[in-house]
């Protein structure tokens, strides 16, 4: 059982009270069944590659963790369409981010939490396999959010993290989850 106690559009503060009575705080989003995150893996002749996103996101950048956050092509399920399922969201913010078209999605995982004390948020987890990189449409910044999109060939991606991450920026916990089912779903 929980209580609303703030309520934005996209966002809601809840309170909840734990087995042992006290109370806990944490976000909730009412308009999302769950958040698609899709890993891109484009097939370039013997090679694979994978696109991320760089992203400009304003809670890092108030609380000075970063100026910008590596991250792969995500977002709501059910905020535009509340009957949308979570393959139908896959496919459409793939398209909405990279402009591309999968020629097969892989759901690799389904229940994983970014801040499972902060939020109630979920993930569903996809690998989206590409062989045409010609865009089938304009991509979407995100009002501003996406800052650039960049290709990475499957054997620099650590060091790519890496370096990205010692430059001061953040790593979302959510492509690290999909590059762990990247590397080891196989």
């Not at 994978?50 to 996101?57: A, D, E, G, H, N």
């Not at 979570?86 to 990279?98: F, G, P, V």
Request: proline letters at 4%; hydrophobic letters at 40%.
């Amino acid at each position: 059982m929980s209580e609303v106690l703030y309520s934005a559009k996209f966002l809601q503060l809840k309170s909840t009270k734990r087995e042992n009575g006290s109370e806990w705080f944490y976000a909730h989003r009412p308009n999302a069944k769950d958040i698609a995150i899709i890993v891109p893996v484009i097939k370039k002749q013997d090679r694979e590659e994978i696109l991320f996103l760089i992203t400009k996101r304003p809670p890092i950048v108030a609380e000075n963790r970063g100026n910008f956050c590596l991250e792969l092509p995500a977002g709501l399920v059910g905020d535009i369409d509340k009957n949308e399922d979570i393959m139908d969201a896959l496919k459409r913010e793939l398209k909405e981010e990279t402009g591309l078209i999968a020629d097969e999605i892989k759901i690799v995982s389904r229940k994983i939490a970014s801040s499972s004390g902060l939020t109630s948020e979920t993930s569903t987890i996809a690998i989206a396999h590409i062989n045409d990189l010609n865009p089938k449409n304009t991509p979407d910044d995100d009002n501003g959010v996406i800052i650039e999109r960049k290709l990475i060939p499957r054997e620099e991606v650590f060091n790519f993290v890496k370096e990205f991450e010692s430059k001061g920026n953040v790593v979302g916990a959510q492509t690290l989850s999909g590059l762990f089912y990247y590397f080891f779903e196989k």
